[in-house]
């Protein structure tokens, strides 16, 4: 019996995304021991000390990293380093990734603390490259004005759709974690009018409601990204900014049962479908990174860590 790391947990309000390269030619497996222990005992006295804000990190492996910590074989069916998909006006980067931190929690302090803990733990074996701190907007809006995150799979469907099963039973309870850093053209996108803003996303901006399919047009975002219901992932976007820097964005996170769901979501959105009917919200919206990893089941990193 093995337990998911907390893959299915709802949003919490404030969000610290971190990604790790491990530093060449050194042993790392120590590190990543006390690693794994560390997400562990941050689990467990974030719920005991805090119950109530939803604090917790999960940690992701990528493909070279599952190798060179020398972790088991056969890897997870679906695990490789991401590919870049390139459409005819944008694409979907590749970037480097060792090891991802995914730390969530209602207050901002808990985070920070979880943070500086791995950070410690790991600065003398790795670099940390990216480091994101993203905040609930709104009513769960992205900074683009729209509400993110209304068609995620809820109840047991989130299960169903964001955990592995027995068809890969080495990794039950795993999952796979797909994230890119977005930098939208807010001024470019905030001079639409609203209505042609809704034609990018197809829904309505203040009501959060889906367009009549006769309306929504076939370039929208969520024309594009549905694939089916039989298809769906478990999305924890989170909104970032920095006024002074002029970089607003999104960081885009998704959970899923198997990767190849989100590489149809993907090659929908940045080759197009047909191919040239590309994601309109591509148009403001630039992909900086693009990295999969594995997040593998709580069990599988208590082992990991003795
Ligand atoms: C839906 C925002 C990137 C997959 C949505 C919605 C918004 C949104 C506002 C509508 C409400 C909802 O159901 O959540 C964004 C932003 C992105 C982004 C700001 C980054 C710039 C992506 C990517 C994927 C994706 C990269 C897939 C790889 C989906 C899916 C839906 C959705 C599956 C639900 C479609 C449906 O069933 O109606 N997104 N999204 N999104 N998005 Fe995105």
């Known amino acids: 019996m093995t337990i998911s790391q907390h893959v299915l947990d709802y949003h919490g309000n404030n969000t610290i995304f971190q990604v790790w390269v491990f530093k060449p030619q050194l042993s790392v497996k120590e590190a990543f ?105 709104w009513d769960g809006r992205s900074i683009l004005g729209f509400v993110d995150g209304t068609e995620n799979p809820h109840g047991d469907e989130r299960a169903g759709f964001g955990l592995i099963g027995d068809e890969d039973a080495a990794y039950k309870n795993g999952s796979y974690l797909f994230v890119q850093k977005y930098i939208h053209n807010l001024m470019a996108f905030s001079s639409l009018t609203v209505e042609e803003q809704e034609k990018v996303f197809g829904r309505y901006k203040m009501s959060d409601i889906e367009m009549p399919d006769n309306i929504k047009p076939a370039n929208a975002h969520i024309a594009l990204a549905n694939i089916g219901d039989e298809f769906k992932i478990i999305r924890d976007n989170m909104p970032f900014g920095n006024m002074g820097a002029n970089e607003m964005g999104t960081y885009f996170i998704a959970y899923a049962r198997t990767f190849s769901t989100v590489k149809k979501m993907l090659d929908n959105m940045f080759i197009g479908s047909p191919p040239g009917n590309y994601d309109r919200l591509l148009d403001f919206s630039i992909a900086k990174t693009g990295t999969l990893f594995f997040a593998p089941s709580a069990t599988f990193l208590s082992d990991a860590a003795s």
């Open 33 to 137: 021991m006390r690693i794994c222990a560390l997400v562990d005992n941050l689990n467990n006295s974030g719920q005991n000390r805090f119950p109530d804000s939803g604090a917790t990190c999960v940690l992701g492996i990528g493909h070279d990293a599952w190798l060179r910590l020398d972790l088991p074989r056969p890897l997870p069916l679906e695990l490789e380093n991401f590919r870049p998909i390139t459409g005819a006006k944008h694409t979907a980067v590749a970037t480097a990734g060792d090891l991802h931190f995914h730390i969530k929690g209602s207050q901002p302090g808990i985070c920070f603390d979880m943070a500086a803990a791995i950070t410690a733990t790991l600065s003398t074996v790795a670099d940390c490259i990216e480091e994101v701190h993203g905040f609930r907007y």
